[in-house]
């Protein structure tokens, strides 16, 4: 609720698995307790991985699920998003328009926020510096050639934005084109937080887009509108 984040087919909704309670395996039997520990949902210690979190699947290129991550319900001191051990599967990504454009932002949260106030094409990632060959195949797959970073404000994003956009356009370079605009956000936020605290950060947000999209050279693909991203 703090983050006004719309739970509804709009907003994502599809995408939640649901919440993990930190005793969900107190009552199972060892065997199965065993499986989950194999699997990474119950530590070696026998702790609920996503123990008071919010669950989201993640997606291969195809639409499979293939691993999830946790979201903590409140901000904790150490990490407030955690991943199954090993390595990073899947995408949280939303592709609803016929546009070839897309917005991509740091976390499942900023893409969840941007899609309940109907952005339909928008892409996460797994952190500040969590871009890995699945986004890449699944902004191919989806034939995206106008992208649009949303990454936070602090120095940690915008260094990020830099090398995201470079290894895009090498990308593009060698597929028939990427373009890459980079979207900064005010000081101190991100796409969430900056749509819960401010009444009108979704105007701010739609009027900078509707300007760097004037910068694409296909822009009338996108249209003066905006209504091709929403």
């Known amino acids: 609720e703090t983050r006004q984040i719309e739970w509804n087919s709009q907003g994502g909704f599809s995408s939640l698995v649901g919440f993990c309670p930190r005793d969900f395996a107190s009552k199972l039997d060892e ?3 065993s499986e989950l520990k194999e699997v990474g949902l119950l530590t070696q210690q026998g702790r609920a991985l996503f123990g008071e979190c919010l669950v989201f699947a993640l997606r291969s290129v195809e639409g499979e699920i293939v691993s999830l991550y946790a979201r903590r319900i409140e901000d904790a001191k150490t990490n407030n998003h955690i991943f199954l051990p090993g390595e990073r599967l899947g995408v949280l990504g939303f592709y609803e328009s016929e546009s070839d454009s897309l917005i991509v932002v740091e976390s499942v949260l900023d893409a969840l926020a941007l899609k309940s106030r109907g952005f339909a094409n928008v892409l996460a990632l797994h952190g500040v510096n969590g871009f890995t060959q699945t986004h890449l195949e699944w902004i191919e797959a989806h034939s995206v050639s106008e992208i649009i970073l949303m990454m936070d404000s602090d120095e940690a994003g915008q260094k990020a934005a830099l090398k995201i956009q470079e290894r895009l356009e090498n990308a593009g370079a060698e597929s028939g084109g990427i373009e890459v ?6 000081i ?24 760097l999209m004037e910068n694409f050279t ?13």
């Open 31 to 33: 065997k199965v307790r």
């Open 181 to 186: 605009q980079n979207c900064t956000l005010p």
């Open 188 to 211: 101190g936020e991100d796409p969430c937080s900056f749509l819960a605290s401010n009444d009108s950060a979704l105007e701010w947000i739609e009027e900078e887009l509707e300007m």
């Open 218 to 230: 296909s822009s009338s693909r996108l249209t003066g509108s905006l209504e091709e991203l929403q």
